[in-house]
Protein backbone atom coordinates (compact mmCIF):
# COMPACT_ATOMS: atom_id res chain seq x y z
CA UNK A 1 0.00 0.00 0.00
CA UNK A 2 1.28 3.38 -0.49
CA UNK A 3 0.91 6.58 1.46
CA UNK A 4 -2.50 8.01 1.89
CA UNK A 5 -3.82 10.22 4.59
CA UNK A 6 -5.51 8.65 7.04
CA UNK A 7 -9.02 9.52 8.27
CA UNK A 8 -11.25 7.53 11.19
CA UNK A 9 -12.42 5.26 8.25
CA UNK A 10 -9.39 4.57 6.44
CA UNK A 11 -7.81 3.67 9.67
CA UNK A 12 -10.83 1.76 10.87
CA UNK A 13 -10.63 0.03 7.52
CA UNK A 14 -6.94 -0.29 7.49
CA UNK A 15 -6.99 -1.87 11.55
CA UNK A 16 -9.16 -4.37 10.31
CA UNK A 17 -7.09 -5.93 8.21
CA UNK A 18 -4.41 -6.12 11.04
CA UNK A 19 -5.16 -8.94 12.56
CA UNK A 20 -3.30 -8.24 16.34
CA UNK A 21 -4.66 -4.70 16.36
CA UNK A 22 -7.92 -5.84 15.56
CA UNK A 23 -7.76 -8.20 18.32
CA UNK A 24 -6.91 -5.66 21.16
CA UNK A 25 -9.84 -3.72 20.02
CA UNK A 26 -12.07 -6.41 20.11
CA UNK A 27 -15.41 -7.60 17.89
CA UNK A 28 -16.10 -6.18 14.67
CA UNK A 29 -14.70 -2.69 13.27
CA UNK A 30 -17.87 -1.29 12.87
CA UNK A 31 -18.26 -1.46 17.26
CA UNK A 32 -15.12 1.17 17.19
CA UNK A 33 -15.35 4.47 18.20
CA UNK A 34 -12.60 6.83 16.55
CA UNK A 35 -11.46 10.42 17.51
CA UNK A 36 -8.98 12.61 16.68
CA UNK A 37 -7.21 14.12 19.23
CA UNK A 38 -4.08 15.97 17.28
CA UNK A 39 -3.36 18.90 19.90
CA UNK A 40 0.68 19.08 18.61
CA UNK A 41 2.31 21.06 15.50
CA UNK A 42 2.97 18.08 13.76
CA UNK A 43 1.18 15.63 13.26
CA UNK A 44 -2.37 13.35 13.07
CA UNK A 45 -3.04 11.50 16.12
CA UNK A 46 -6.54 9.06 16.45
CA UNK A 47 -7.92 7.11 19.50
CA UNK A 48 -9.38 3.99 18.31
CA UNK A 49 -12.22 2.61 21.12
CA UNK A 50 -13.49 -1.10 21.02
CA UNK A 51 -15.49 -3.13 23.80
CA UNK A 52 -11.88 -5.06 24.82
CA UNK A 53 -9.52 -2.43 24.46
CA UNK A 54 -8.19 0.88 23.00
CA UNK A 55 -5.53 2.29 20.49
CA UNK A 56 -3.71 5.21 19.65
CA UNK A 57 -2.75 5.61 16.00
CA UNK A 58 -0.42 8.70 15.45
CA UNK A 59 0.51 9.35 11.46
CA UNK A 60 2.66 11.99 10.48
CA UNK A 61 1.44 14.07 7.18
CA UNK A 62 3.92 15.26 4.98
CA UNK A 63 3.30 19.37 5.90
CA UNK A 64 3.31 20.76 9.23
CA UNK A 65 -0.25 20.31 10.68
CA UNK A 66 -0.69 23.58 12.07
CA UNK A 67 1.82 24.99 8.96
CA UNK A 68 0.14 23.46 5.33
CA UNK A 69 2.52 25.03 3.08
CA UNK A 70 5.67 24.15 5.24
CA UNK A 71 6.53 20.69 3.93
CA UNK A 72 7.79 18.22 6.46
CA UNK A 73 8.91 14.74 5.49
CA UNK A 74 7.37 11.51 6.41
CA UNK A 75 10.07 9.75 8.33
CA UNK A 76 9.65 11.42 11.29
CA UNK A 77 7.47 8.76 12.45
CA UNK A 78 10.19 6.08 11.57
CA UNK A 79 12.40 7.91 14.10
CA UNK A 80 9.61 8.35 16.52
CA UNK A 81 9.04 4.21 16.12
CA UNK A 82 12.75 3.62 16.51
CA UNK A 83 12.89 5.90 20.02
CA UNK A 84 10.07 4.16 21.50
CA UNK A 85 11.57 0.38 20.67
CA UNK A 86 15.34 1.99 21.48
CA UNK A 87 14.31 3.64 25.08
CA UNK A 88 11.34 1.32 26.30
CA UNK A 89 13.04 -1.77 27.78
CA UNK A 90 15.50 0.78 30.03
CA UNK A 91 12.12 2.80 30.83
CA UNK A 92 9.61 0.02 31.93
CA UNK A 93 5.91 1.48 32.15
CA UNK A 94 7.30 5.28 31.84
CA UNK A 95 6.01 5.36 28.16
CA UNK A 96 3.11 4.34 26.50
CA UNK A 97 3.48 0.53 24.93
CA UNK A 98 4.96 0.43 21.29
CA UNK A 99 2.35 -1.83 19.47
CA UNK A 100 2.93 -1.37 15.60
CA UNK A 101 4.41 0.63 12.83
CA UNK A 102 3.65 1.15 9.15
CA UNK A 103 6.54 1.82 6.86
CA UNK A 104 4.31 2.95 4.32
CA UNK A 105 1.53 5.03 6.10
CA UNK A 106 4.27 5.97 8.59
CA UNK A 107 1.70 5.33 11.05
CA UNK A 108 3.03 4.36 14.77
CA UNK A 109 0.65 2.14 16.76
CA UNK A 110 1.03 2.61 20.11
CA UNK A 111 -1.07 2.00 24.07
CA UNK A 112 -4.02 4.21 24.40
CA UNK A 113 -3.66 6.46 27.77
CA UNK A 114 -6.84 6.46 28.27
CA UNK A 115 -6.82 7.72 31.48
CA UNK A 116 -4.07 10.09 31.27
CA UNK A 117 -3.81 14.61 30.70
CA UNK A 118 -1.72 15.77 28.91
CA UNK A 119 0.90 17.51 31.57
CA UNK A 120 0.56 21.37 30.45
CA UNK A 121 -3.34 21.04 30.83
CA UNK A 122 -2.91 19.28 33.70
CA UNK A 123 -0.36 22.23 35.25
CA UNK A 124 -2.37 25.03 33.53
CA UNK A 125 -5.72 23.39 35.36
CA UNK A 126 -3.95 23.20 38.32
CA UNK A 127 -4.65 19.10 38.60
CA UNK A 128 -1.24 18.19 38.84
CA UNK A 129 -0.07 16.32 41.74
CA UNK A 130 3.34 16.63 43.12
CA UNK A 131 5.92 14.03 41.96
CA UNK A 132 5.75 13.73 38.44
CA UNK A 133 9.13 15.58 37.73
CA UNK A 134 11.18 12.78 39.48
CA UNK A 135 9.98 10.72 37.56
CA UNK A 136 10.78 12.63 34.26
CA UNK A 137 14.58 12.92 35.96
CA UNK A 138 14.64 8.75 35.82
CA UNK A 139 13.53 8.47 32.73
CA UNK A 140 16.17 10.71 31.65
CA UNK A 141 18.81 9.08 33.51
CA UNK A 142 17.75 5.51 32.61
CA UNK A 143 17.77 6.44 28.76
CA UNK A 144 21.30 7.53 29.46
CA UNK A 145 21.77 4.25 30.79
CA UNK A 146 20.48 2.80 27.79
CA UNK A 147 22.16 4.45 25.36
CA UNK A 148 25.11 6.68 26.57
CA UNK A 149 28.60 7.27 26.18
CA UNK A 150 29.73 6.97 30.07
CA UNK A 151 27.12 4.01 30.57
CA UNK A 152 27.93 1.88 27.18
CA UNK A 153 30.42 0.78 25.17
CA UNK A 154 31.50 3.16 22.20
CA UNK A 155 29.89 0.91 19.74
CA UNK A 156 26.25 1.11 20.98
CA UNK A 157 26.92 5.11 20.31
CA UNK A 158 27.92 4.56 17.25
CA UNK A 159 24.86 1.96 15.97
CA UNK A 160 22.51 4.58 17.68
CA UNK A 161 24.31 7.35 15.57
CA UNK A 162 23.69 5.27 12.52
CA UNK A 163 20.21 5.04 13.19
CA UNK A 164 18.90 8.88 14.38
CA UNK A 165 21.53 10.91 12.45
CA UNK A 166 19.08 10.87 9.52
CA UNK A 167 16.25 12.67 11.60
CA UNK A 168 17.58 15.72 9.97
CA UNK A 169 14.21 17.62 9.29
CA UNK A 170 12.92 17.51 12.94
CA UNK A 171 17.02 18.54 14.25
CA UNK A 172 16.29 21.36 11.45
CA UNK A 173 13.85 22.64 13.54
CA UNK A 174 15.17 22.65 16.66
CA UNK A 175 18.07 24.48 15.21
CA UNK A 176 16.01 26.78 13.13
CA UNK A 177 13.34 27.50 15.85
CA UNK A 178 15.41 27.28 19.42
CA UNK A 179 19.01 27.96 18.54
CA UNK A 180 18.50 30.61 15.45
CA UNK A 181 15.14 32.38 15.07
CA UNK A 182 14.38 34.06 18.24
CA UNK A 183 17.72 35.77 18.08
CA UNK A 184 17.31 37.15 14.58
CA UNK A 185 14.35 38.66 12.03
CA UNK A 186 12.56 35.80 10.39
CA UNK A 187 9.56 35.78 9.02
CA UNK A 188 8.49 32.35 11.24
CA UNK A 189 8.60 34.85 14.56
CA UNK A 190 5.13 35.88 15.39
CA UNK A 191 4.52 39.47 15.31
CA UNK A 192 5.10 40.48 19.19
CA UNK A 193 2.66 42.31 21.45
CA UNK A 194 3.56 45.58 21.30
CA UNK A 195 5.26 46.20 24.68
CA UNK A 196 7.29 43.24 23.89
CA UNK A 197 8.68 44.88 20.93
CA UNK A 198 11.48 46.52 22.68
CA UNK A 199 12.67 42.83 24.64
CA UNK A 200 12.73 41.28 21.28
CA UNK A 201 15.08 44.20 19.76
CA UNK A 202 16.85 43.53 22.29
CA UNK A 203 17.34 39.59 21.41
CA UNK A 204 18.19 40.78 17.97
CA UNK A 205 21.03 43.00 18.44
CA UNK A 206 23.18 41.08 21.95
CA UNK A 207 26.32 40.18 20.49
CA UNK A 208 27.42 38.52 24.00
CA UNK A 209 23.78 36.99 23.76
CA UNK A 210 24.21 35.65 20.23
CA UNK A 211 27.97 33.88 21.32
CA UNK A 212 26.79 32.19 24.03
CA UNK A 213 23.67 31.65 21.96
CA UNK A 214 26.37 29.83 19.10
CA UNK A 215 28.01 28.45 21.87
CA UNK A 216 24.63 26.34 22.55
CA UNK A 217 24.43 25.39 18.94
CA UNK A 218 28.05 24.03 18.99
CA UNK A 219 26.89 21.80 22.16
CA UNK A 220 23.38 20.36 20.51
CA UNK A 221 25.28 19.71 17.11
CA UNK A 222 28.75 17.87 17.84
CA UNK A 223 28.21 16.58 21.74
CA UNK A 224 26.92 13.25 21.62
CA UNK A 225 26.42 12.35 25.11
CA UNK A 226 23.03 9.78 24.49
CA UNK A 227 20.15 9.46 22.24
CA UNK A 228 18.04 12.60 23.26
CA UNK A 229 14.12 12.69 23.42
CA UNK A 230 14.57 15.84 21.35
CA UNK A 231 11.24 17.64 22.20
CA UNK A 232 10.66 17.26 26.34
CA UNK A 233 8.23 19.63 27.04
CA UNK A 234 5.67 19.64 29.24
CA UNK A 235 3.20 18.87 26.10
CA UNK A 236 5.64 15.41 25.72
CA UNK A 237 4.64 14.08 29.02
CA UNK A 238 1.11 12.72 30.48
CA UNK A 239 -0.36 11.63 33.23
CA UNK A 240 -3.04 10.26 35.29
CA UNK A 241 -2.38 10.80 39.08
CA UNK A 242 1.58 9.23 39.87
CA UNK A 243 1.53 7.16 36.45
CA UNK A 244 3.91 9.36 34.01
CA UNK A 245 4.10 8.75 30.48
CA UNK A 246 6.81 10.30 28.06
CA UNK A 247 5.59 10.83 24.77
CA UNK A 248 6.30 12.01 20.61
CA UNK A 249 9.88 11.19 20.70
CA UNK A 250 9.98 12.30 16.68
CA UNK A 251 12.92 14.53 17.78
CA UNK A 252 15.12 12.00 18.80
CA UNK A 253 18.62 12.33 17.94
CA UNK A 254 22.42 11.58 19.76
CA UNK A 255 23.39 15.28 21.68
CA UNK A 256 24.02 16.61 24.62
CA UNK A 257 21.99 15.13 27.79
CA UNK A 258 21.71 18.75 28.95
CA UNK A 259 19.18 19.01 26.35
CA UNK A 260 16.42 16.92 27.80
CA UNK A 261 16.85 18.08 30.42
CA UNK A 262 16.96 22.04 30.30
CA UNK A 263 13.83 21.82 27.59
CA UNK A 264 11.91 20.10 30.73
CA UNK A 265 12.95 22.38 33.25
CA UNK A 266 12.39 25.44 30.97
CA UNK A 267 8.84 24.44 30.44
CA UNK A 268 8.68 24.36 34.18
CA UNK A 269 10.15 27.65 34.37
CA UNK A 270 7.64 29.06 31.91
CA UNK A 271 4.84 28.12 34.02
CA UNK A 272 6.46 29.45 36.58
CA UNK A 273 6.47 32.65 35.03
CA UNK A 274 2.69 32.51 33.88
CA UNK A 275 1.66 31.49 37.40
CA UNK A 276 4.50 32.95 39.94
CA UNK A 277 2.49 31.93 43.40
CA UNK A 278 2.93 28.13 42.43
CA UNK A 279 6.75 29.35 42.86
CA UNK A 280 7.30 26.43 46.00
CA UNK A 281 5.11 24.04 43.99
CA UNK A 282 7.54 24.56 40.95
CA UNK A 283 10.63 24.85 43.19
CA UNK A 284 9.96 21.36 45.10
CA UNK A 285 9.42 19.47 41.32
CA UNK A 286 12.65 21.20 39.68
CA UNK A 287 14.61 19.90 42.81
CA UNK A 288 12.97 16.70 42.52
CA UNK A 289 14.01 16.17 38.83
CA UNK A 290 17.55 17.33 39.73
CA UNK A 291 17.52 14.63 42.21
CA UNK A 292 15.90 11.60 40.68
CA UNK A 293 18.06 12.40 37.67
CA UNK A 294 21.55 12.69 39.19
CA UNK A 295 20.74 10.01 41.93
CA UNK A 296 19.79 7.97 39.51
CA UNK A 297 22.59 8.43 36.87
CA UNK A 298 25.29 8.37 39.97
CA UNK A 299 23.94 5.02 41.00
CA UNK A 300 24.18 3.83 37.42
CA UNK A 301 27.51 5.08 37.00
CA UNK A 302 29.21 3.87 40.09
CA UNK A 303 28.23 0.27 39.24
CA UNK A 304 28.71 0.01 35.53
CA UNK A 305 30.33 2.27 32.61
CA UNK A 306 31.66 2.57 29.13
CA UNK A 307 35.08 2.46 27.91
CA UNK A 308 36.56 5.26 29.85
CA UNK A 309 35.62 2.81 33.15
CA UNK A 310 38.37 0.81 32.10
CA UNK A 311 40.63 3.11 33.23
CA UNK A 312 39.54 4.16 36.74
CA UNK A 313 39.60 2.61 39.93
CA UNK A 314 36.68 3.88 42.64
CA UNK A 315 38.01 7.10 43.41
CA UNK A 316 38.71 8.65 40.13
CA UNK A 317 35.55 7.14 39.21
CA UNK A 318 33.91 9.48 41.61
CA UNK A 319 35.55 12.13 39.86
CA UNK A 320 34.49 11.27 36.04
CA UNK A 321 30.93 10.53 37.51
CA UNK A 322 30.69 14.55 38.96
CA UNK A 323 32.63 16.44 36.35
CA UNK A 324 30.24 14.35 33.70
CA UNK A 325 27.18 15.68 36.08
CA UNK A 326 28.70 19.19 36.14
CA UNK A 327 28.91 19.55 32.34
CA UNK A 328 25.18 18.25 32.29
CA UNK A 329 24.31 21.00 34.56
CA UNK A 330 25.69 23.67 32.61
CA UNK A 331 24.35 22.59 29.12
CA UNK A 332 20.49 22.17 31.06
CA UNK A 333 20.74 26.03 32.15
CA UNK A 334 21.56 26.74 28.67
CA UNK A 335 19.19 25.24 26.83
CA UNK A 336 16.58 25.78 29.67
CA UNK A 337 16.91 29.14 29.11
CA UNK A 338 16.92 29.20 25.36
CA UNK A 339 13.95 26.99 25.86
CA UNK A 340 12.47 29.66 27.49
CA UNK A 341 13.08 32.48 25.40
CA UNK A 342 12.13 30.25 21.83
CA UNK A 343 8.23 29.75 23.79
CA UNK A 344 7.82 33.19 24.64
CA UNK A 345 8.74 34.92 21.16
CA UNK A 346 9.56 32.42 18.44
CA UNK A 347 6.90 30.35 16.06
CA UNK A 348 5.49 27.35 18.69
CA UNK A 349 4.50 29.44 22.06
CA UNK A 350 2.79 28.16 25.09
CA UNK A 351 -0.52 27.77 25.90
CA UNK A 352 0.90 28.27 29.92
CA UNK A 353 0.78 32.56 29.21
CA UNK A 354 -3.05 31.89 28.66
CA UNK A 355 -3.60 31.36 33.03
CA UNK A 356 -2.48 35.26 33.15
CA UNK A 357 -6.19 36.85 33.95
CA UNK A 358 -4.98 40.60 32.62
CA UNK A 359 -2.70 41.36 29.75
CA UNK A 360 -0.91 43.63 32.23
CA UNK A 361 0.10 40.47 33.44
CA UNK A 362 0.90 38.17 30.46
CA UNK A 363 3.13 40.71 29.67
CA UNK A 364 5.10 40.82 32.52
CA UNK A 365 5.29 36.82 32.99
CA UNK A 366 6.82 37.15 29.50
CA UNK A 367 9.43 39.61 29.90
CA UNK A 368 10.03 37.51 33.50
CA UNK A 369 10.89 34.57 31.23
CA UNK A 370 12.81 36.78 28.51
CA UNK A 371 15.19 38.42 31.50
CA UNK A 372 15.50 34.80 33.29
CA UNK A 373 16.11 32.69 29.64
CA UNK A 374 18.93 34.95 28.63
CA UNK A 375 20.74 35.05 31.91
CA UNK A 376 20.54 31.47 31.94
CA UNK A 377 21.90 31.41 28.19
CA UNK A 378 24.73 34.12 28.91
CA UNK A 379 25.84 32.21 32.23
CA UNK A 380 24.97 28.76 32.25
CA UNK A 381 28.29 27.96 31.60
CA UNK A 382 29.76 29.41 34.81
CA UNK A 383 27.35 27.73 37.19
CA UNK A 384 28.24 25.57 39.46
CA UNK A 385 25.66 23.54 41.50
CA UNK A 386 21.18 23.22 40.57
CA UNK A 387 21.20 25.73 43.38
CA UNK A 388 22.63 28.39 40.92
CA UNK A 389 19.88 27.87 38.40
CA UNK A 390 17.29 28.06 40.90
CA UNK A 391 18.28 31.37 41.90
CA UNK A 392 18.04 32.99 38.33
CA UNK A 393 14.67 31.77 38.07
CA UNK A 394 14.17 34.03 41.66
CA UNK A 395 13.32 30.34 43.48
P1 LIG B 1 2.67 15.79 17.80
O1 LIG B 1 3.94 15.13 17.36
O2 LIG B 1 1.84 16.25 16.66
O3 LIG B 1 2.93 16.87 18.81
P2 LIG B 1 1.88 14.04 20.01
O4 LIG B 1 2.61 12.74 19.99
O5 LIG B 1 2.38 15.06 20.96
O6 LIG B 1 1.81 14.64 18.52
O7 LIG B 1 0.35 13.73 20.29
C1 LIG B 1 -0.62 14.74 20.17
C2 LIG B 1 -1.69 14.54 21.24
O8 LIG B 1 -2.28 13.26 21.11
C3 LIG B 1 -1.13 14.56 22.66
O9 LIG B 1 -1.05 15.86 23.15
C4 LIG B 1 -2.17 13.73 23.41
O10 LIG B 1 -3.28 14.53 23.73
C5 LIG B 1 -2.58 12.71 22.38
N1 LIG B 1 -1.82 11.46 22.53
C6 LIG B 1 -0.59 11.19 22.04
N2 LIG B 1 -0.19 9.94 22.36
C7 LIG B 1 -1.20 9.40 23.08
C8 LIG B 1 -1.40 8.12 23.67
N3 LIG B 1 -0.49 7.15 23.60
N4 LIG B 1 -2.59 7.91 24.31
C9 LIG B 1 -3.52 8.89 24.38
N5 LIG B 1 -3.38 10.10 23.82
C10 LIG B 1 -2.23 10.37 23.18
MG1 LIG C 1 3.63 16.71 20.69
MG1 LIG D 1 -6.91 11.26 35.32
MG1 LIG E 1 5.76 15.83 18.01
Known amino acids: MTYRILDASGLRDWLAQQPDLSERLGSEAADWSIREVSDGNLNTVFLVDGPVGALCCKQALPHVRVAPDWPMP ?37 ECLTAHEVLRSALIADRALPGFSAVIGTYIARSVQATGWVNQPFETGARLLEQFSGNTALTRI ?118 SFSTELRSSLSKEGGDQWALSGPASRQDLIETFLNGILRDTAGFCGLEMVRRTVGFAQVADYGVCSTEKDRLLARQKALQIGQTLVVQGASLRSFSDILSLMGL
Open 174 to 291: TVDLILTDPYRVCDRNPEPEAGLREDVTALQNDQNLHQAVGRLQERFLTVRQALLHGDLHTGSIMLDGSDVRVIDGEFATMGPVGFDCGLYLGNLALHLCAVPHKATFLRDEMLAFWQ
Open 74 to 110: LERALYESRYMQTVAPAAPGLMPEFLAYDADLFLIVM
